[in-house]
């Protein structure tokens, strides 16, 4: 009986688990549903900016830090250009520091880049700030805690794989 106790304890465990059952769906997390503070804010950005970067390898990705709009290659290489990442319409938005921003842009270098959409999506803090937000940018469309304004719509295949990926991305980001 002593021998047999050790091995239906280390049974038990196995087949019971040790902790909660709680997967990384089922962790809270900020989102659509809640108030994001500025932690929160800035995780949702990094996830969505990661995904993006991950499911749209060949576009450029845009920052706004202290004023500016900065480019990032896959290479994970920043330049500021004026042309391709001034997000004049968000700029007051930006500025208050309720937003964060990403742009979406095509690498102007690679062949057939006039297909790939360009553009700017904000994540906000909450649904309300995002309804707000988007009724005063001319051509924004809201979703959430996202509001996403197209600078250019591509076109194609290139175009609609990227709105999946787009769809996918902010989805992923979704919590709530």
């Not at 009986?1 to 990384?24: F, I, N, Q, V």
């Not at 004023?67 to 500021?80: D, K, P, V, Y």
Request: aromatic share 4%.
């Amino acid at each position: 009986m002593s021998r047999a106790l050790p091995c239906l304890l280390a049974l038990a465990l196995l087949l019971g688990g040790c902790g909660g059952d709680e997967t990384p769906k089922d962790r809270p997390q900020a989102g659509v549903g809640t108030s994001l503070d500025q932690d929160n804010l800035a995780l949702v950005h990094d996830e969505l900016y990661a995904c993006l970067r991950e499911q749209l390898p060949d576009v450029l990705l845009a920052n706004y830090l202290g004023g500016q709009a900065s480019i990032t290659n896959s290479l994970a290489r920043s330049s500021f250009d004026e042309r391709l990442a001034d997000p004049v319409g968000e700029r007051a938005l930006l500025n208050s520091g309720r937003a964060e921003f990403i742009g979406v842009r095509a690498n102007r270098s690679a062949p057939g880049w006039q297909r790939t959409p360009e553009w700017d999506l904000l994540i906000l803090p909450t649904r309300a700030d995002a309804e707000q937000a988007a009724g005063t940018l001319d051509g924004a469309t809201q979703d959430g805690i996202f509001v996403r304004l197209v600078k250019r719509p591509g076109s194609g295949d290139r175009a609609r794989a990227a709105e999946a990926a787009l769809t996918r991305c902010l989805h992923a980001s979704r919590r709530g």
